[in-house]
């Protein structure tokens, strides 16, 4: 008599395989094209924010005090363009990342198709952050060159987990602030809406992220778990540190020395940014990926 009874393995793999298909069915019903949904005609309004004051790297400062609304404004948008282009920095990583983790795989699998997917839409979110960034009046803002190529080695050796952790880091980082700013009537409307955009689709690959974070650790043991937690903290460490350029507030046109000095004794900034990553940390914190090591990283970068 033959045996009904199913592998564990197999079992997982059907789950798996139904979230990718959930995932896919989702896309399929709920993507926009930025390039039509976005307005991109419309000239800049500089009586709108780039983002909400009070995610300002200088909100609550004695400098902000002394700022005029204008000032205030025009360093919101830079702080919004230098958001939105470390996300095509990290938008570029992920998307190699992954599709290094699906070469040769199976095609037929619904967790593959996902996954080319999920980089469709960040080539799409990329370029729309580039038209972004352009609209408001600021330059390219890149990381510093020694976190550039750090970026390169991470891109190339991150792999299952690290790869997997570090992309839902820099998702949820992004789509807590940006949940703010789209519904936030002081930011510019065409601002509001590719924050709509990316909140919306990114939702998926966060889903995503997680699912194969816990499955790549499924098997692992105490020093995989204990290293990938430590790379996925330093990774984290930079992008964070790496969102809002050195150079936003000589492009606003402000003192740039002083305001570099006050934003990085900013107290309201950092508990903004420790309470917007509580959710994050407790996914980290199931997942056992917050060691005493990686501990140190994460509260040098003011998510915990």
């Known amino acids: 008599m033959a045996s009904s009874t199913v592998r564990p393995e197999d079992q997982d793999r059907a789950a798996e395989q139904d979230v990718a298909r959930r995932l896919l069915d989702s896309s399929a019903k709920l993507s926009y094209d930025p390039a039509t949904e976005v307005d991109w005609d419309t000239p800049l309004d500089t009586d709108h924010h780039g983002a909400s004051p009070e995610w300002s790297t200088l909100y609550a400062t004695t400098y902000w005090g002394e700022l005029t609304e204008g000032q205030r404004k025009a360093l919101t948008r830079q702080e919004a363009a230098s958001v939105a282009s470390t996300g095509i920095w990290f938008e570029m990583i992920l998307q190699q990342m992954v599709l290094r983790d699906m070469y040769a795989k199976d095609p037929t699998d619904p967790r593959f198709q996902w996954a080319l997917t999920e980089v469709a839409d960040e080539c799409r979110h990329s370029i729309m952050f580039a038209r972004g960034a352009a609209k408001l009046g600021a330059p390219a803002y890149r990381p510093r060159r020694p976190v550039l190529e750090l970026g390169r080695a ?135 990926l917050l060691t005493k090591p990686a501990l140190f990283f994460y509260k040098r970068a003011d998510l915990i």
């Open 154 to 288: 991470f891109k190339t050796l991150a792999f299952g987990e690290a790869a997997y952790a570090a992309i839902l880091v820099a998702e949820e980082v992004l789509d807590v602030m940006q949940r703010d700013w789209m519904r936030d009537e002081r930011v510019a409307p065409f601002v509001r809406t590719i924050n709509n955009i990316h909140v919306v689709e990114e939702s998926r690959h966060m889903k995503f992220a997680r699912d194969e974070t816990r499955k790549r650790l499924r098997d692992a043991g105490p020093v995989r778990r204990h290293l990938n937690a430590l790379v996925v903290a330093i990774a984290s460490y930079y992008i964070v540190t790496s969102m809002v350029n050195r150079d936003v507030y000589a492009n606003a046109g402000l003192d740039a020395a002083r305001a570099r000095a006050e934003a990085k004794t900013n107290e309201h900034h950092k508990s903004l940014m420790r309470s917007s990553c509580s959710g994050l940390m407790e996914f980290l914190a199931s997942a056992r």
